[in-house]
């Protein structure tokens, strides 16, 4: 079926460390989003990466298509940081299918 | 950064109301999508357009609900009589051609008392 499995669930972390997530996603879903939705709702957009390497600012995104995966790495978090991450990937019918979230706190 | 407006971003009706909300995808966004967040941060997908058209849809959406998507006009969802389970926050999105970046509005929050 179509499935997006991401990893971990929540991560604590103190300030200035880094972060890794991860998504696994099945075969019959293309591309890879990451998201991430603030305390209250809104949904933005980190990275559109169907696969290789984009770098923005502290945040890393790589997506390994062959071996359907994907992952978000920040570097020297912060506080401002704190929120939950989503990877999404596209499916049948332009559905996007969702990662469970990561929740990330990161404190002072 | 997204360019997609959601109104109202706060609804509150009451059980067996009418709850209407709008979506203007970002223009020349031809897929527009229609989601449904609950209180523990899932994401259930309700309906999506190609145009006018309607792509996809579930059962609950077919039922409840309906949307369109007319062309010069804003998208709309519409819950025909609400129910206390319809309480989430509902998101529209809207993407370019076949696979590529989707960009989320800021959602709708409903609440059904």
């Known amino acids: 079926g179509q499935q997006v499995q991401q990893s971990p669930a929540s991560l604590v972390l103190q300030e200035g460390e880094n972060a890794e997530l991860q998504c696994n996603f099945s075969?019959?879903?293309?591309?890879m989003q990451w998201f991430y939705q603030r305390p209250g709702g809104s949904l933005v957009s980190l990275f559109y990466?169907?696969?290789g390497t984009k770098q923005s600012g502290r945040l890393t995104s790589t997506t390994v298509i062959k071996e359907r995966r994907s992952s978000l790495h920040i570097s020297s978090s912060q506080t401002t940081d704190s929120g939950t991450y989503l990877c999404?990937?596209?499916?049948?019918?332009?559905?996007?299918?969702f990662g469970e979230g990561t929740k990330l706190t990161v404190s002072s | 950064n997204s360019k997609v407006i959601q109104t109202p971003r706060y609804l509150v009706k009451g059980q067996g109301q009418k709850a209407k909300m709008r979506c203007i995808p970002e223009?020349?966004?031809?897929?527009v999508f229609w989601y449904q967040q609950n209180k523990n941060n899932e994401f259930k997908f309700l309906i999506n357009?190609?145009?006018?058209?309607?792509?996809?849809q579930i059962d609950m959406t077919e039922k409840r609900f309906s949307a369109e998507c007319p062309s010069n006009s804003p998208c709309s969802l519409e819950i025909q009589s609400s129910e206390a389970g319809d309480s989430a926050l509902y998101l529209c999105?809207?993407?370019?051609?076949?696979?590529?970046?989707?960009?989320f509005g800021k959602g709708t929050r409903l609440t059904v008392v």
């Open positions: 999105a809207s993407r370019d051609r076949v696979n590529t970046e989707v960009f």
């Open positions: 075969t019959s879903l293309n591309s």
């Open positions: 990466n169907p696969s």
């Open positions: 999404a990937s596209q499916g049948g019918s332009a559905k996007l299918i």
């Open positions: 223009k020349g966004h031809p897929v």
């Open positions: 357009f190609q145009n006018q058209e309607v792509l996809q």
